[in-house]
């Protein structure tokens, strides 16, 4: 069965220190995968996706992900933080389903602070 | 501007009670998901359609129910069978690709539904 694995709940780093969040999917076909944020109460929004090609994939407000196949894994990073990015961060996977609609399966979430 | 909206935004049930969650949206997207969004449990999938007068029941459907008569809208009924309704519900769409699982989800701002 597909599935998301985020297995860090909450992380703390400092403002300005790097970032990498841990992503690793289950699926049995190509993934396709996403990264979103939410911040609370709020909906989630694309920070940025991976379909094909090039394995590192930008995304907005400077974040970045590297797909790894032999480790199934999917990671965002950020070379440095800003106070603005503490929110809730979700790894998701496409599942394609070709008797009916598609799934997106979500990971369970990270969340992140920031130290001053 | 296009875009989903949910509303209301927050929503005060009596136990027993029949409740509608509202989704609409004007992307023109031909998929629709209806997500429950627990403190840790990141995001769970409840109904999805790909087109309009079809749903599936995704991983937790028991006590709710849908409807998709028209593109744009998707309602969410959480039924008197829901025994643990509160939550935070969103709601989302993506394109006509979906079946493939590579297209990204967009999402509403969500519906805090709570039991009193």
């Known amino acids: 069965a597909q599935s998301v694995t985020q297995p860090d709940i909450h992380i703390t780093v400092s403002e300005g220190a790097s970032l990498e969040l841990r992503c690793n999917y289950s699926y049995g076909a190509t993934p396709y995968l996403f990264w979103y944020v939410q911040s609370p109460g709020q909906g989630l929004q694309l920070l940025l996706k991976y379909f094909s090609g090039d394995t590192l994939v930008q995304g907005i407000k400077g974040f970045e992900a590297e797909f790894k196949r032999s480790q199934s894994s999917f990671n965002l990073r950020k070379p440095s933080v800003h106070w603005s990015d503490a929110a809730e961060y979700f790894c998701?996977?496409?599942?394609?389903?070709?008797?009916?609609?598609?799934?997106?399966?979500f990971g369970s979430g990270t969340r992140l602070s920031i130290r001053p | 501007d296009g875009g989903i909206t949910q509303s209301p935004k927050y929503l005060f049930r009596k136990e027993g009670q029949n409740v509608t969650l509202s989704c609409e949206q004007n992307?023109?997207?031909?998929?629709m998901y209806w997500y429950r969004q627990d403190p840790g449990q990141g995001l769970r999938l409840i109904y999805y359609s790909q087109i309009v007068n079809d749903f599936q029941k995704g991983d937790i459907a028991e006590g709710y129910s849908v409807s998709r008569e028209k593109k744009e809208s998707f309602p969410l009924t959480v039924t008197s069978a829901q025994k643990n309704p509160t939550a935070f519900y969103l709601c989302?769409?993506?394109?006509?690709?979906?079946?493939?699982?590579?297209?990204?989800?967009?999402f509403g701002q969500g519906t805090r539904l709570t039991v009193v």
């Open positions: 998701a996977v496409g599942a394609a389903d070709y008797s009916s609609a598609s799934k997106i399966i």
């Open positions: 992307l023109n997207h031909d998929a």
């Open positions: 989302a769409s993506s394109s006509g690709q979906g079946r493939l699982g590579n297209t990204e989800a967009f």
